[in-house]
């Protein structure tokens, strides 16, 4: 499941290997907790609260909700890199780090 939900088919194998193994061998009660707090936790009073330039680093794998965000946190934008998932940084860690490079330029403007 881990493998097609947060790898594109263009993912090295031998990366996808390693985070598969090691995410499969940490403690499953921790895993399930992660998991369970990350799908019960709800931005958006959170969001209301920042008031400085929110830009995250997505990539296209899942669509990321600009519109969504922006009705908490107008300020709220995203660097999309495309043709990768879930762990981006470790996929094309060149491309992460031009997209964070841009981010960080957008927040100190």
Known sequence: ??????FVPASRPALVDDIV??????????G????????AYDAR???KQ???????????KFPTNLAGARK???QFDAVIVKGWGHYL?????????????????RIAK
């Open 1 to 6: 499941f881990m493998r097609e939900w947060m």
């Open 21 to 30: 193994q090691k995410s499969q061998s940490i403690d499953p009660a921790i």
């Open 32 to 39: 399930l907790s992660a998991i369970r707090n990350a799908w």
């Open 45 to 47: 009073e959170g969001l």
């Open 50 to 60: 920042i008031h400085v330039p929110i830009v995250a680093v997505n990539a296209d």
């Open 72 to 74: 908490y946190a107008p």
């Open 89 to 105: 940084m470790r996929q094309d860690a060149a491309a992460f780090n031009a997209a964070l490079d841009d981010a960080l330029r």
